[in-house]
T-cell receptor, first 115, second 114 residues
């Protein structure tokens, strides 16, 4: 079974803090994704990574950055947390057979509250 | 840009009733289509997906979905729901030309009453 783990289930931070969310997958998947999930908006893609050191912006990258130094780990960084970044953050990974049909496997999510 | 629209935000039905959740997308090219489910307290998981071939696809737990290209739709169905089908359901699309970028719908919260 694919396992995607996220470093924290719940996180509370203050406005202006730098926040790191970590995601690790154990199936040697090339692709990894960060989404935020908000009620009534579904999942919105923040960033994704094709492979190590490769990244591409999703639909809502503003205020976020990412790092992928190792294949199994994909980090989401909030450079200066703001209250409108309070949300559930989901990480996903996917094997890449090149046609976009592969299943994404999701982690349990990190519920971030910014005060 | 692609977009995905799910018609209902909340659905309440009784056990044994039939379920149909609508999903429409806006993209004219080749797409891959997915339905994901999130049971209370659990991870998002794949129910089924379509990328080619028979437009009627079957997934886990008795779910099926039909791709109608002319209507840009990929509706999810289950003939007889159970209480354990209570969950949030998400339709998702990625385009063959931009397969890394997934668009998800807003989700439909389904509550099945005993």
């Amino acid at each position: 079974d694919v396992k995607v783990t996220q470093s924290s289930r719940y996180l509370v931070k203050r406005t202006g803090e730098k926040v790191f969310l970590e995601c690790v997958q154990d199936m040697d998947h090339e692709n990894m994704f960060w989404y935020r999930q908000d009620p009534g908006l579904g999942l919105r893609l923040i960033y994704f990574s094709y492979d190590v050191k490769m990244k591409e912006k999703g639909d809502i990258p503003e205020g976020y950055s990412v790092s992928r130094e190792k294949k199994e780990r994909f980090s989401l960084i909030l450079e200066s947390a703001s209250t409108n970044q309070t949300s559930m953050y989901l990480c996903a990974s996917r094997l890449n057979t090149g046609q976009g049909t592969d299943t994404q496997y999701f982690g349990p999510g990190t519920r971030l509250t910014v005060l | 840009a692609q977009s995905v629209s799910q018609h209902n935000h909340h659905v309440i039905l009784s056990e044994a009733a039939s379920l149909e959740l609508g999903c429409n997308y806006s993209y004219g090219g080749t797409v891959n289509l997915f339905w994901y489910v999130q049971y209370p307290g659990q991870h998002l998981q794949l129910l089924l997906k379509y990328f080619s071939g028979d437009p009627l696809v079957k997934g886990i737990k008795g779910f099926e979905a039909e791709f109608i290209k002319s209507k840009f739709s990929f509706n999810l169905r289950k003939p007889s729901v159970q209480w354990s089908d209570t969950a949030e359901y998400f339709c998702a699309v990625n385009a063959a030309t931009s397969w890394g970028k997934f668009q998800f719908g807003a989700g439909t919260q389904v509550v099945v009453t005993p």
